[in-house]
C-alpha cells in the first residue's frame, strides 16, 4: 500500500511539473513566433532573393560565397530591423486593422519599447556585417534604405497617395546593395535592376491596396485604391507600370548581362504579367486584384532566375 500510494504521489508529481513545463514552452514558441512575425518574413524571403540576384549578376569571375553569406546576412538583419521599427511605428494604425491587428504590437503580445529595441539591435548588427565582412558601400546602401523606408515612406503612408512613388524607391535597393556587395561600385547595370524593380512594386502594391483598401480606410492608410473607388486611376498606374516594365526587363539582355534564354523567357513573362495587369484594370473586382498580386510574385522570381541562369560574364 505505501509503496503504491508512493508511486502514485512521484506520478502527479510528474504529471505537475510536466503541465507546468508545456505552458512555459508554449510561451517561449509564441515568444519566437512573435519576433520573426516583427522581421516581415515573407518580405525578407523577396529582399533576399533580390539581393542575392544582384550579388551573383554583378559577380565578377568566381562567384565568393563567403562574401555572397555575409551580404545576404547583413541585409537580412537590416530588413528584418526595418520591418520591426515599421511595425513599432505603425502599431496604433494595425490595430484598427483586420490584416494586421493580431501582430505582436497591436494585440498587446509584446511591449513596444522591446520591438523598438529589437528592431535597432537587428538593425545595427546588419549594416555592422555589411560594413565589416562586406564593404561600406553596400552597409550605407542598406542604411539609405532603411531611413527612406522609416522616416518618408511610412509618414507619407497616411498622407499622400504619392507614398507608393516613395516607397518604391528603398523597395527596389536589394538587387542594388547585392551588386554594391559583389563590385564594391554601382555601375549602369545597377541601375538597370533597380528600374526593374522599382517599376515590378507598382502593379504588385496596387494590387494589395485593392484587395485591402476598406482596411486600410480604417488604417488611416491613403493608398490610391482607398480614394480612388472606382478603379480608374489605379488601373491606369497598374496599365502604365506593368507596359513600361517589358522593355526596361528587356535591357539586360541588349546591355550584356543576359543571353538569348533570359530575353526571349523575359519577353514571355512580361506579356503574361501585361495580360493579368490589363484583366484587373478591365475587372476592377477583388479577383482580378488577387490574381494579379499572384502573377507579380510569380514574376519576379522566375525573372531574377532567368537572368541568373542565362547571366552572361561582365
Not at 510561451?27 to 515573407?42: M, Q
Not at 559583389?182 to 526593374?196: D, S
Not at 524593380?197 to 486600410?216: E, G, T, V
Request: proline content about 5%; charged content about 15%.
Amino acid at each position: 500500500m505505501f509503496s503504491e500510494s508512493g508511486m502514485e504521489l512521484q506520478s502527479k508529481t510528474a504529471v505537475s511539473a510536466i503541465g507546468r513545463a508545456a505552458p512555459r514552452r508554449s510561451l517561449w514558441r509564441i515568444r519566437i513566433a512573435d519576433y520573426v512575425e516583427l522581421t516581415k518574413p515573407g518580405v525578407i524571403w523577396l529582399i533576399l532573393m533580390s539581393t542575392g540576384a544582384g550579388f551573383y549578376i554583378g559577380a565578377q569571375g568566381a562567384v565568393d560565397l563567403l562574401l555572397l553569406f555575409h551580404a545576404v546576412l547583413g541585409t537580412a538583419l537590416v530588413a528584418g530591423g526595418t520591418g520591426t521599427l515599421n511595425q513599432y511605428l505603425e502599431r496604433e494604425g494595425d490595430a484598427r486593422m483586420r490584416r494586421t491587428e493580431k501582430r505582436p504590437l497591436p494585440a498587446r503580445r509584446m511591449e513596444p519599447r522591446t520591438a523598438l529595441v529589437f528592431g535597432i539591435s537587428l538593425s545595427t548588427l546588419g549594416m555592422l556585417q555589411l560594413a565589416l565582412a562586406v564593404n561600406l558601400l553596400a552597409s550605407f546602401l542598406a542604411l539609405g534604405t532603411l531611413a527612406s523606408y522609416l522616416l518618408l515612406y511610412t509618414p507619407l503612408k497616411k498622407r499622400t497617395v504619392y507614398c507608393t512613388l516613395v516607397g518604391a524607391l528603398p523597395g527596389a535597393m536589394p538587387p542594388v546593395i547585392g551588386w554594391a556587395a559583389a563590385r564594391g561600385e554601382i555601375g549602369l547595370e545597377a541601375v538597370v535592376l533597380f528600374a526593374i524593380l522599382f517599376l515590378w512594386q507598382f502593379p504588385h502594391f496596387l494590387a494589395i491596396a485593392w484587395m485591402y483598401r476598406d482596411d486600410y480606410a480604417r488604417g488611416g492608410i491613403v493608398m490610391l485604391p482607398v480614394i480612388d473607388r472606382d478603379g480608374k486611376s489605379t488601373g491606369r498606374q497598374i496599365n502604365f507600370c506593368a507596359w513600361l516594365l517589358l522593355p526596361v526587363s528587356l535591357l539586360p539582355a541588349f546591355m550584356g548581362m543576359a543571353g538569348p534564354v533570359y530575353l526571349f523567357g523575359c519577353l514571355a513573362l512580361g506579356l503574361a504579367f501585361i495580360y493579368y495587369a490589363v484583366s484587373a484594370d478591365l475587372s476592377r473586382s477583388l479577383r482580378g486584384a488577387r490574381r494579379l498580386l499572384l502573377a507579380s510574385v510569380v514574376y519576379l522570381p522566375l525573372m531574377l532566375a532567368l537572368m541568373v541562369v542565362d547571366k552572361v560574364k561582365l
